[in-house]
Structure formats: structure tokens, C-alpha cells
């Protein structure tokens, strides 16, 4: 079974600062990928960025960054220089990579408020 | 990227009719595909996993006659909500994944809000 725990129901920040949304898992699978989903108002789901459980070197997208401590099971989203469009829901998922199903489980999701 | 494209957008209906939700894939082949609900303000809650040529499978709760799916080929899949109620008013949203690429995100289509009246 797989479970991915999202303690921050609410996060706030000033603009140009940087936010960490954390992000912890449990799986007993031994591949597994994690991705960050960015949900604006209008309720469309935007992929950010995808870690790879085998992968050496922590991911990053422009001013997204995954913080990634596989021992600790923590996939944490970091966001450098918030602008005001970076306020949204985002939601940590876990893909399993090994036994075929392929389905991926999400968080409860963090409400991130960027202030000017 | 992939796309996934799900119409409509939003629609209202009146209670006691059917409305049917298509989620398509247009870039990709998409064997799985996955639906989903969104109450406000909480996380996406899996209804059914859609697979190419054969019956969804339904996650525990989900009733089955209520919320119909069929994948129909590898880019299409629909989710028909019958006989609705004001209580199946909801954000659906569905993902799919491309068949060719397995260690790659999944692909959300732009959701569909329904209000029944």
C-alpha cells in the first residue's frame, strides 16, 4: 500500500521569498516516482516536476526543486522567488514502478498564498 | 508535452438525467486511464481505473451503475454519471498515462465541473 502524507494544509509567503511544501511517503515498493502537481482556481492539474526513486541527483525545473531524502521517505517541493501566480493547491503524488498497477496516490494537497 | 483533453468543461443538469464526461488523449496511447473526483478544497479521490478493452475497475464505495466508464480505444474513455442528483454535484478530472513512456507523470485532462439542479 502506498501513502503520502501532506502536513501543510496552508502555506504563506511573501513575494520574491522562497517556500518549502513538504511531502513525505511510505511505500513498500522498491521503484516508485514522486511528482508535484500545481492546481491553480480554475482546477486544472499542472505537472511540475518528477523524482525518480533510483535517481542520484535531486530534480529540478526552473524555480522548482525537489528536495528529495529517500532514508528519510521525504520528496519536499521547493519554490524559489515566488511570484503572486504561484498561489494555488499543490499536491505531492507517488507512482509505484514495479508490479505493474501504475496507480498513483496523492496527497491531501497544501494551499500556498503568495502576498506582495 | 502529452495532452489529454476532457469535455465539457462544465455542465448543469437536471436532476434524474444522465450527462457523459469524454476524456481523450491526443498525442498518446493511453491503455489506462484513471477518474477522479474533487470535493472543494480536498484532494483528488480515485473513482476507477479504465483500461483499454475491458471493465473499469471501481475503487470500494464507488457505485458501479451509478458511474459507468468505458475505454472504448486506446485515446478515448467517458464516464457517464446516471440518473444524477444534486448530491453527485463534484469536480471530476481524469488522467492518463502514456503506454509507451510508464516512468512519466500522469496527464490531467482540464476537469469537468457538474452542478445538478
Known amino acids: 500500500a502506498q501513502k503520502i502524507t501532506q502536513t501543510q494544509p496552508g502555506m504563506f509567503v511573501q513575494e520574491k521569498e522562497a517556500v518549502t511544501l513538504d511531502c513525505t511517503y511510505d511505500?513498500?515498493?522498491?521503484?516508485?516516482?514522486l511528482f508535484w502537481y500545481k492546481q491553480p482556481s480554475s482546477g486544472e492539474m499542472i505537472f511540475l516536476i518528477y523524482?525518480?526513486?533510483?535517481?542520484?541527483q535531486n530534480a529540478t525545473e526552473g524555480r522548482y526543486s525537489l528536495n528529495f531524502q529517500k532514508a528519510r521517505k521525504s520528496a519536499n517541493l521547493v519554490i524559489s522567488a515566488s511570484q503572486l501566480g504561484d498561489s494555488a493547491m499543490y499536491f505531492c503524488?507517488?507512482?509505484?514502478?514495479?508490479?505493474?498497477?501504475?496507480?498513483?496516490?496523492f496527497g491531501r494537497g497544501t494551499s500556498l498564498i503568495v502576498h506582495p | 508535452g502529452a495532452v489529454v483533453s476532457q469535455h465539457p468543461s462544465r455542465v448543469i443538469c437536471k436532476s434524474g438525467t444522465s450527462v457523459k464526461i469524454e476524456c481523450r488523449s491526443l498525442?498518446?496511447?493511453?491503455?489506462?486511464m484513471f477518474w477522479y473526483r474533487q470535493f472543494p478544497k480536498q484532494s483528488l479521490m480515485l473513482m476507477a481505473t479504465?483500461?483499454?478493452?475491458?471493465?473499469?475497475?471501481?475503487e470500494q464505495g464507488v457505485e458501479k451503475d451509478k458511474f459507468l466508464i468505458n475505454h472504448a480505444s486506446l485515446t478515448l474513455s467517458t464516464l457517464t454519471v446516471t440518473s444524477a442528483h444534486p448530491e453527485d454535484s463534484s469536480f471530476y478530472i481524469c488522467?492518463?498515462?502514456?503506454?509507451?513512456?510508464?516512468?512519466?507523470?500522469?496527464?490531467f485532462g482540464q476537469g469537468t465541473r457538474l452542478t445538478v439542479v
Open positions: 488522467s492518463a498515462r502514456d503506454h509507451g513512456r510508464p516512468n512519466t507523470e500522469a496527464f
Open positions: 511505500t513498500s515498493d522498491p521503484s516508485y516516482g
Open positions: 523524482q525518480g526513486s533510483y535517481d542520484q
Open positions: 503524488a507517488l507512482l509505484p514502478l514495479s508490479g505493474g498497477s501504475y496507480i498513483p496516490t
Open positions: 498525442d498518446f496511447q493511453a491503455t489506462t
Open positions: 479504465s483500461n483499454e478493452g475491458s471493465k473499469a475497475t471501481y
